[in-house]
């Protein structure tokens, strides 16, 4: 862990496999091959590309539309990619007029794969890109389609961010309409999803309806949060962008695993006794990068904490993060890197490697508890996380979530914390004890949940999962809604609901 940080990327670089152009280049391959293969099926007014079941294709369109590896068997009937709004009205009513159940798909990067269903229509938004900047408003429209990396490019041209994913191929459409834990996230309202000052939607019966807080407010309360079972298709953003963080300095302090309770208490001691709720504060339970998969657990398992902090100017964030570099954070680690300056591209290139091995593109399942108690939960799930089967999973707490609780929006919980088991693998064969592993965090976790985070919860086979991700009056709210928007069913439910 000594090594200067360009040849540790390197070396992480080598053992993540597949680096995030590569998955967007993975990604991009169908669009690429659009111009070869004839629609099957004719679609009137739909400009994008139509492909069926009986398309040769077929199977490589389908599987692209999930970025990681643990593909769903499901299969739609057609696969449509849409290039314009008029391109997504069209689909609808097509697929209304003959009872193709709709669904949707952004960057593609749910765990669940819940863009593929079985039959029906899948709408993909993937080749609608457009970024438009307001300066003076401070307001970005986006496409559904547009993806992290795009929009801190955007936005960065102008002076501007976004509390945008970690990772730079993460779809906006999906990770905001769920929530969205974006860079900076204590400063920018815990979720991205409260960023979202309208909506292009076109609903059920094929209209194109404006969504804000006075414009269709019910439609506007449910895009802020709604996540995987939305009864429409948002074909464009209006997301509120900030003034660009001019100074980003990020500390990191390693621990062995059997140290955790230094860093909970250390870090609960630090917020206690000053004012460091503007810091972005991640801890991550994870297998030593450099150290064999086969090596015991007290060999092997860290503890990886890192406090970012976003400021105006270097003096300022070096301020913000003194209380970490005067506690038993700094003098009981093993490893410490402190004040280390990143601009986003650096961030995503690091840290995201680094902290986070979900950046790889492997086979993947996830679940969570938002929570007020991030290190009472990290402690109850250290002991089963020592017996993680690949050395990629993965626990997640992201602390100082600063959510304030909101009417207009179906996000439903004002939690401090957020934490994520991420089981990550490479075989097939080792999907049942990898689930079995995962399933077992739950009720370990779940003691500490006020809720859960649509976005990041394992919903294949556990439908009410996704109910339990909100409060009760939003879920029946939400069904009301559903009921209204979309009488006939044009549009799927969540995973598994119907
Ligand atoms: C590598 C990686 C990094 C991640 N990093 C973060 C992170 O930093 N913070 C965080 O909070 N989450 C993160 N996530 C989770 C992420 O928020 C979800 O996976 C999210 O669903 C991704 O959105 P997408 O558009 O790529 O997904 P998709 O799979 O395309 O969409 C998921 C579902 O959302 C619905 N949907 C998507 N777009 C639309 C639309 N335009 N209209 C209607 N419904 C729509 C559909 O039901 C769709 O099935 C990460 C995931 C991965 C794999």
Not at 258 to 273: F, G, H, N, Y
Request: aromatic residues 8%; glycine residues 8%.
């Amino acid at each position: 862990m000594n090594m200067p940080p360009t040849s540790r990327r390197q070396t992480l670089k080598q053992l993540v496999g597949m680096t995030a152009l590569g998955a967007i280049n993975a990604l991009r391959l169908p669009r690429a091959m659009a111009a070869e293969t004839a629609p099957p099926l004719s679609i009137a007014g739909f400009g994008g590309k139509v492909i069926s079941r009986q398309d040769p294709d077929y199977e490589l369109w389908r599987e692209s539309m999930v970025w990681h590896l643990s593909k769903p068997t499901r299969a739609p009937d057609v696969i449509v990619q849409a290039k314009s709004d008029k391109d997504v009205i069209a689909a609808v009513n097509y697929a209304a007029a003959h009872k193709l159940k709709v669904a949707v798909r952004s960057g593609g990067h749910n765990s669940n794969g819940s863009a593929l269903r079985d039959t029906g229509m899948l709408i993909d938004l993937s080749a609608m890109e457009e970024i438009k900047i307001d300066k003076v408003k401070q307001i970005a429209s986006i496409q559904s389609g547009v993806r992290s990396l795009d929009l801190v490019n955007a936005a960065r041209d102008k002076g501007l961010s976004f509390p945008v994913p970690h990772c730079p191929s993460v779809g906006l459409g999906g990770f905001t309409l769920g929530g969205g834990m974006g860079w900076n996230w204590s400063q920018r309202g815990g979720m991205a999803t409260f960023s979202i000052t309208g909506a292009e939607i076109v609903t059920a019966d094929g209209r194109l309806v404006h969504a804000t807080a006075t414009e269709n407010p019910d439609l506007y309360w449910a895009v802020r949060g709604v996540g995987p079972g939305f009864f429409g298709v948002v074909t464009r953003l209006h997301l509120q962008l900030y003034p660009l963080p001019k100074a980003i300095l990020a500390s990191s302090y390693i621990f062995p695993l059997a140290d955790l309770e230094t860093v909970t208490s250390t870090l609960e001691a630090i917020r206690k006794e000053h004012d460091v709720g503007r810091v972005e504060i991640i801890t991550v339970l994870m297998h030593h990068p450099e150290v064999p998969a086969d090596a015991p657990p007290e060999k092997s398992k860290i503890c990886f904490f890192t406090a970012f902090a976003f400021e105006e100017n270097e003096e300022k964030a070096r301020q913000v993060l003194q209380p970490f570099a005067q506690s038993a954070l700094a003098t009981k680690c093993l490893v410490k890197m402190e004040n280390q300056p990143f601009n986003f591209e650096g961030l995503y290139e690091h840290y995201f490697s680094l902290n986070d091995p979900a950046g790889r593109c492997a086979r993947y399942a996830v679940d969570n508890v938002l929570t007020d108690q991030g290190g009472k939960t990290l402690q109850a799930l250290a002991a089963h996380f020592r017996t993680a089967p690949t050395k990629d999973c993965h626990v997640l707490a992201a602390f100082n979530l600063q959510i304030k609780p909101a009417t207009d929006a179906c996000f439903s919980w004002v939690a401090d914390c957020f934490v994520g088991c991420y089981a990550i693998w490479d075989d097939e064969q080792d999907d049942p004890r990898m689930f079995a592993w995962l399933g077992k965090t739950l009720p370990l976790m779940d003691p500490f949940a006020k809720g859960h985070y649509v976005n990041e919860i394992e919903g294949r086979g556990h439908p009410d999962r996704y109910r339990q991700c909100f409060s009760d009056a939003n879920w029946q709210r939400l069904q009301q809604l559903r009921q209204k928007h979309d009488p006939k069913g044009v549009f799927h439910h969540y995973l598994g609901l119907s």
